[in-house]
């Protein structure tokens, strides 16, 4: 702090903060898979209407063969940025869990509507012992709760407690898509089992949701903070920064979004429903020797 002010005294530590490996890698391949379900949203696509089916069966396999690769590491990059989150963020972590008393042996939440008021969950689903597991890597791990920590630097719960279901929910959708995936290609049924292509087509936003979950998670979940355990965001606002200047802004996003979206959904739609460019027929001809006009062609014998 200088005087009032933050001041960056290592921009190297700041941006290669302990989180910042996994952070990246978690969303760098969330974003991959995301374009890789798109992919094959639009093969399927093209192989049930016999479009282009031998092109979509290159799209199909190729990206397949990344989302299996992928998903799992996903799975994996995840676990470790929760441990980071545990060792970094512990009120971050109890939020995401609804877990309000600090515990070893701790059950895993399945479902429950968290209470903030009561500080207790209601119609709470738990699996006895696996939140530790899960969360510690070990049975006997102690799990952070809410209580821990004061009422003014607690995130809301139910937010990014019902966000990273969602996550982790559509991950192992996912998951599950790539493993029957893996299973059809062994019995060489992946281009002929139609219900399986049909659930990719609509599997194609799943990578989107999975993403804006997790971003909720992450934003919501680290509140009331924009420089964690140092700078709270209500003092982040400028001062000269009004609601209607923020409302304004707000509404400008919102209309500049509704046309850029909508129009590129469409466009984008457009072109996998059209498919690939038909060949050249004349180049096609020139190339294998056969003149432009059938006129100066040589009758056949």
């Not at 990273?164 to 898509?177: E, K």
């Not at 304004?248 to 909508?262: C, D, M, N, T």
């Amino acid at each position: 702090l200088v005087g009032a002010r933050f001041e960056p005294k290592d921009w190297m530590a700041i941006i290669f903060n302990p989180s910042f490996p996994y952070r990246l890698a978690h969303t760098v391949t969330a974003f991959y898979i995301t374009t890789g379900f798109v992919v094959c949203g639009a093969a399927a696509f093209l192989i049930l209407k016999r479009k282009f089916v031998e092109e979509g069966r290159v799209m199909l396999s190729t990206t397949l063969w990344l989302l299996t690769v992928l998903v799992p590491l996903q799975v994996l990059l995840g676990d470790l940025h929760g441990l980071n989150t545990l060792a970094y963020q512990p009120v971050k972590l109890a939020a995401i869990e609804a877990h309000w008393n600090p515990e070893s042996h701790a059950a895993l939440a399945l479902f429950a509507w968290p209470d903030e008021k009561a500080e207790t969950n209601r119609a709470e689903i738990t699996v006895p012992e696996l939140g530790s597991i899960i969360l510690t890597h070990s049975a006997s791990g102690t799990v952070p709760g809410l209580k821990q920590f004061p009422v003014d630097e607690r995130p809301p719960v139910a937010i990014p407690f019902f966000a990273f279901r969602t996550m982790v929910g559509l991950g192992l959708l996912m998951l599950a898509f790539v493993s029957v995936g893996l299973f059809l290609r062994t019995r060489r049924k992946l281009f002929t089992t139609d219900w399986f292509l049909r659930a990719l087509m609509f599997a194609t936003p799943i990578g989107f949701l999975a993403v804006l979950a997790g971003w909720t998670t992450t934003e919501v979940g680290r509140q009331p903070w924009t420089v964690y355990g140092l700078m709270r965001t209500a003092d982040s606002v400028s001062p000269s920064l009004t609601g209607i200047d923020v409302l304004l802004s707000l509404f400008g996003y919102i209309a500049v979004y509704l046309v850029i979206f909508p129009a590129g959904i469409v466009l984008m739609a457009r072109v996998v429903k059209k498919g690939l460019a038909e060949p050249d027929i004349e180049s096609t001809e020139v190339e294998a020797g056969r003149p432009k006009n059938p006129a100066l062609a040589m009758p056949e014998t």
